[in-house]
């Protein structure tokens, strides 16, 4: 199984809004709903941002949210902040029942 | 608060062997899965393995099967990675994870990692 796309990269300015999208196939993105997003300051701890498409983790700001159609599953981050800035990854449970992350989009806040 | 921390981490040679661990505190560690992820330098990141709450269950990618064992002791909070026949492409920040309960995609908790570098 190949690792979900994502673009390389994604910029907006504070306060805007941005949309990170996740494409798969119809044996991954496509059949389940156990889709996750992950926010990652390098050097640091990768942090759950959502899971199960859209469901939010107690303590992740509202202003992550997340949408799924078809084989392809979006990342949508409004207001954004400068702390914003980090690598995002998306996950989806793969073929093989296995966890199958995206490649990583870098958010720069400008 | 749950917190992971491993270690374990070093510089190896190809071909050699490494034994990763990571202490968990802060949650009731064995009712979790727990799984193994990795971030290759400049790569994103790459699920390598996960076990089951009680250790009777696990699952490893292509890329370590046959070369890595997870295993767990509950008595100490305590989870491993045993990596043998080691490569260069295992260079990698290791992480582990505790999985929720939706599901095997759902890596709740990170511990900060532990660098393995594979070169001769």
């Known amino acids: 199984q190949s690792a979900l796309t994502q673009p390389a990269s994604v910029s907006g300015s504070p306060g805007q809004s941005i949309t990170i999208s996740c494409s798969g196939t119809?044996?991954?993105?496509?059949?389940?709903?156990?889709v996750s997003w992950y926010q990652h300051h390098p050097g640091k701890a990768p942090k759950l941002l959502l899971y199960?498409?859209?469901s939010r983790p107690s303590g992740v700001s509202d202003r992550f949210s997340g949408s799924k159609s078809g084989n392809t599953a979006s990342l949508t981050i409004s207001g954004l902040q400068p702390e914003d800035e980090a690598d995002y990854y998306c996950?989806?449970?793969?073929?093989?029942?296995?966890?199958?992350f995206g490649g990583g989009t870098k958010l720069t806040v400008l | 608060q749950a917190q992971l921390v491993e270690s374990g981490g070093g510089l190896v040679k190809p071909g050699g062997s490494l034994r990763l661990s990571c202490a968990a505190s802060?949650?009731?560690?064995?009712?979790?899965?727990m799984s193994w992820i990795r971030q290759a330098p400049g790569k994103g990141l790459e699920w390598i393995s996960y076990?089951?709450?009680?250790?009777?269950?696990?699952k490893y990618a292509d890329s370590v099967k046959g070369r890595f064992t997870i295993s767990r002791d509950s008595a100490k909070n305590s989870l491993f990675l045993q990596m043998n026949f080691l490569r260069d492409e295992d260079t990698a920040v290791y992480y582990c994870?505790?999985?929720?309960?939706?599901?095997?995609?759902?890596?709740?908790?990170w511990g900060q990692g532990t660098l393995v570098t594979v070169s001769s």
């Open positions: 802060g949650f009731a560690f064995s009712q979790y899965f």
């Open positions: 119809s044996s991954d993105v496509g059949t389940y709903k156990s």
């Open positions: 994870a505790s999985i929720g309960i939706s599901g095997i995609t759902e890596f709740d908790q």
């Open positions: 199960d498409v859209s």
């Open positions: 076990i089951s709450h009680d250790g009777g269950h696990t």
């Open positions: 996950c989806s449970l793969g073929s093989t029942n296995s966890p199958l």
